[in-house]
């Protein structure tokens, strides 16, 4: 059998890639405002890594209400949609593919950032956790402020949400996207849904697992019936605990959701897995069950090395490696790995987040002879 490698292409749902390298979705904060519009900025900085073979664009909220951090872009005006067709032609024109996250924050909000009280599944406020807004800091920085306390959602506010997420697939269908991802991890709305100590409701939506699963298969059969389920993929985090989503039994939730999803047969299901230091190491039986139990595509993200990437192919545990802060530092990555080149390194944390020029974001450098897939 011949050998699987990052360089191969491969084929998710209907999108056609040229190689398994993926982009993974990183929040930065570079939106017009008012009105969180994707810009020219953008494109720039996306096409300029479309050496990957999917890239999945940073978390887009499908409402003012799912919004938590400043100048992060929506997909919920007519606006965000046509700044988003202009990054998606300047990707597909450097030859790549392009999904759109929908996300929806839940709970990791403040009514600083977006004038709303923020809501969640229960009425419980995010211990330790905070979001940031841009209030003429030094150097440009964010200034990071603790969530509000959020209010329960009502069942009428459930239904809105799920429309939400459908008609933001949608939009993303209209901007030229060729697909979407929904935000199920880091303890935003859909996560916390699914984890017992965020989720503590008592009408159909809470308590048992089956319950707190609902509203995920809700949301996802609503934007495969508006977008069709070869375009739809689903972003997890099972063993990230970050945001106060400290839940025991998280793991047996998550599985439970992964045969619901294998039953609609979305595409794929995008593993976050966390990217620090000390970070839990992922049991291989975990991902030899999530394999027999999911027969769509499996993406991971979260610091890998192309010698753990290639491990992963070779045992069959996963399909498509995403890379982060390799492809913010390195727009040209797969060049990089094909030449065995050195890396750039992350220049000034402080263009991490927000900046209003190319600093930190479309200014590092790329080497010569680009690889050609």
Not at 18 to 38: D, H, L
Not at 216 to 229: P, R
Not at 250 to 268: C, M, P, Q, S, W
């Amino acid at each position: 059998m011949k050998t699987k490698t990052l360089f191969d292409s491969f084929r998710i749902g209907d999108i056609s890639l040229k190689n398994r390298f993926v982009m993974a979705p990183m929040t930065r904060s570079r939106s017009t405002e008012p009105g969180n519009i994707p810009n020219d900025l953008m494109a720039k900085y996306y096409s300029q890594r479309s050496l990957a073979g999917l890239i999945i664009s940073e978390a887009t909220q499908i409402s003012l209400q799912g919004q938590g951090y400043a100048r992060t872009p929506g997909i919920y005006t007519q606006e965000q949609v046509e700044g988003w067709k202009s990054v998606i032609h300047a990707v597909h024109n450097a030859g790549s593919k392009m999904v759109l996250q929908l996300w929806h924050v839940g709970r990791v909000s403040s009514a600083q950032v977006n004038g709303l009280q923020p809501v969640a599944p229960s009425a419980i406020i995010a211990r330790d956790t905070s979001v940031y807004l841009f209030d003429g800091a030094p150097n440009g920085d964010a200034t990071f402020i603790p969530v509000d306390e959020p209010r329960e959602m009502t069942v009428a506010d459930i239904c809105t949400t799920i429309s939400d997420f459908a008609n933001g697939a949608l939009h993303a269908i209209e901007a030229g996207f060729d697909g979407i991802e929904i935000h199920g991890a880091n303890g935003y709305l859909i996560d916390q849904f699914l984890r017992s100590n965020s989720n503590q409701r008592s009408d159909e939506y809470g308590g048992s697992p089956t319950n707190r699963v609902r509203f995920l298969v809700e949301v996802v059969s609503a934007v495969v019936n508006a977008i069709g389920k070869q375009r739809v993929g689903v972003r997890l985090s099972p063993f990230i605990k970050f945001k106060d989503m400290d839940d025991p039994e998280i793991l047996d939730t998550i599985l439970l959701a992964v045969r619901e999803l294998n039953k609609i047969g979305i595409a794929y299901i995008h593993l976050c897995e966390a990217d620090w230091d000390d970070a839990p190491q992922i049991p291989e039986s975990f991902r030899d069950v999530f394999r027999q139990i999911f027969s769509g595509a499996i993406i991971v993200t979260g610091n890998k090395t192309i010698e753990s990437a290639q491990q992963l192919l070779n045992n069959n545990l996963v399909d498509l490696i995403g890379f982060g802060r390799k492809f913010l530092a390195n727009p040209d990555y797969p060049n990089r790995v094909k030449q065995n080149a050195t890396l750039n390194e992350i220049t000034d944390s402080h263009t991490l987040f927000g900046g209003g020029d190319e600093r930190g974001y479309t200014d590092y450098p790329f080497i010569k002879n680009e690889f050609k897939s």
